[in-house]
């Protein structure tokens, strides 16, 4: 079963609008942490913003916040004032157990995002 | 922030030859590095928690006599591609925590992208 569900194959905003790209997850854990990266055309993976699953406010990083409903199991990304630099594929990834070294990030399908001038 | 490199950026090889690709924690220490590996328009998918000073974990369907890795130091580990055909054609990237970090941090690599002709 998928642990990280995104939806939203691609999306489009306009510039200075603000976005929300979903994410649902999957864990039976108590203990896991969310995150959301950022991967322009170049490759590298750019971290943007983290929930603890204990985490009683939601994060937020600038332009980013993130919206984690923790009994829907959801953790959508929120990016205001969209920038034409926003233009990119989005992964929300998550780590079940965090306190251990060993646990690899599992990542959802991505979500293409296009800002439009 | 804490910088992880992969060494190198791009390999263009024939069919049959072997390839390394070095992925290094330049300025923290980490026993425990992950290989992903992304197809073109997908996802990152784990092919391995490398540890180090022991073997490497593969995931379900990767071979462990084709993608060699090796984490001989708690600042590098490596990954060779045996006898590289055109389907491993890919682009492969590592990803490091730091053991002395928080909860939230996970560094990535900035991708070795693999041609194999």
């Known amino acids: 079963a998928q642990k990280i569900t995104q939806t939203q194959p691609g999306m489009f905003v306009q510039e200075k609008e603000a976005v929300t790209l979903d994410c649902t997850y999957d864990?039976?854990?108590?203990?896991?942490?969310l995150f959301w990266y950022k991967q322009p055309s170049s490759g590298e993976m750019i971290f943007l913003i983290y929930?603890?699953?204990?985490?009683?406010q939601n994060a937020t990083e600038g332009r980013y916040s993130l919206n984690f409903q923790k009994a829907r199991k959801s953790a959508n990304l929120v990016i205001s004032a969209s920038q034409l630099g926003d233009s990119a594929m989005y992964f929300c990834?998550?780590?079940?157990?965090?306190?251990?070294?060993?646990?690899?990030?599992?990542f959802g399908k991505g979500t293409r995002l296009s800002v439009i001038a | 922030g804490a910088v992880v490199s992969q060494h190198p950026s791009r390999v263009i090889c024939k069919s049959g030859t072997s390839v390394k690709i070095e992925c290094r924690s330049l300025?923290?220490?980490?026993?425990?590095m992950f290989w992903y590996r992304q197809f073109p328009k997908q996802s990152l998918m784990l092919m391995a928690t490398?540890?180090?000073?022991?073997?490497?974990?593969?995931e379900q369907g990767v071979e462990k006599d084709k993608f060699l890795i090796n984490h001989a130091s708690l600042t590098l580990s490596t990954l060779t591609v045996t006898s590289a055909h055109p389907e491993d054609s890919s682009f492969y990237i590592c990803?490091?925590?730091?053991?002395?970090?928080?909860?939230?941090?996970?560094?990535f690599g900035p991708g070795t992208r693999l041609t194999v002709l």
């Open positions: 990803s490091a925590r730091d053991q002395a970090g928080g909860l939230n941090e996970q560094f």
């Open positions: 864990t039976s854990d108590q203990s896991y942490g």
């Open positions: 929930q603890g699953s204990y985490d009683e």
């Open positions: 990834a998550m780590r079940e157990a965090p306190s251990s070294g060993n646990t690899p990030l599992v």
């Open positions: 300025d923290f220490q980490a026993t425990t």
């Open positions: 490398s540890n180090e000073g022991s073997k490497a974990t593969y």
